[in-house]
């Protein structure tokens, strides 16, 4: 049961709703806004269609869920992550749709590339890695000094490369040694070795 003084009566639309009916006001004498949510975000929505902005249709949604703006499903409250400074205490996109926005962010800041042009590169690499021509590219490789994107490899691969330093005589090396060709190291000067021929 509410009580009395735990209500308030909406100027808009006449009927007395509880104060969780009401946003937040603080210049208003009780704290609240003298319109119900309901009314003010009809008058919100009438206001942008008057102004040619384009507006969402307006969805119901059950308890317990919420409609994600960004994707237009509705998913349940476990598909979302918290948000303390939002009125219903979740995020504004579901945790999908934040994931994606958070592998294209990555790709554009370290890479300078779009979801479109890695994809695009992974295409015209038959959807596999370069090097063992196995496994499925999904990593983007690029060259620590220039910043430079050389191609999209497996995992294995990406870090083999970077394991070895991204140095091509290491690489070399490490095809010589797997080949059976021991390593037998000819100094050339101080600190230069150089394979025997």
């Known amino acids: 049961m509410v009580n009395e003084e735990d209500v308030k009566r909406c100027v808009r639309c ?21 319109h119900c949510r309901e009314c003010a975000s009809d008058y919100h929505r009438t206001r942008q269609m008057s102004l040619g902005r384009k507006v969402r249709p307006k969805v119901t949604v059950p ?10 499903e509705i998913k349940p409250w476990s598909e979302w992550h918290r948000n303390a400074t939002a009125s219903d205490g979740l995020s ?19 890479y300078g590339l779009t979801v479109a042009e890695r994809d695009a590169m992974v295409a015209s690499q038959r959807g596999l890695c370069v090097i063992c021509l196995k496994a499925p590219a999904a990593h983007v490789d690029h060259c620590h000094k220039t ?8 995992f294995n691969c990406n870090s083999a490369i970077g394991k070895l330093g991204d140095d091509p005589d290491a690489v070399r090396r490490a095809a010589a ?21």
């Open 147 to 154: 910043g430079r994107v050389r191609g999209v490899l497996c």
């Open 92 to 110: 504004t996109r579901c945790k999908a749709c934040r994931a994606a926005e958070g592998r294209s962010g990555h790709l554009k800041r370290q």
């Open 63 to 72: 308890e317990g869920r919420k409609l994600c703006l960004k994707c237009g």
């Open 14 to 34: 006449g009927e007395t709703k509880p104060y969780a009916a009401f946003a937040k006001r603080r210049s208003n004498l009780d704290g609240l806004q003298r």
């Open 177 to 197: 040694y797997l080949e059976g060709n021991s390593w037998k190291p000819i100094l050339v000067a101080p600190g230069v070795y150089q394979l025997p021929s």
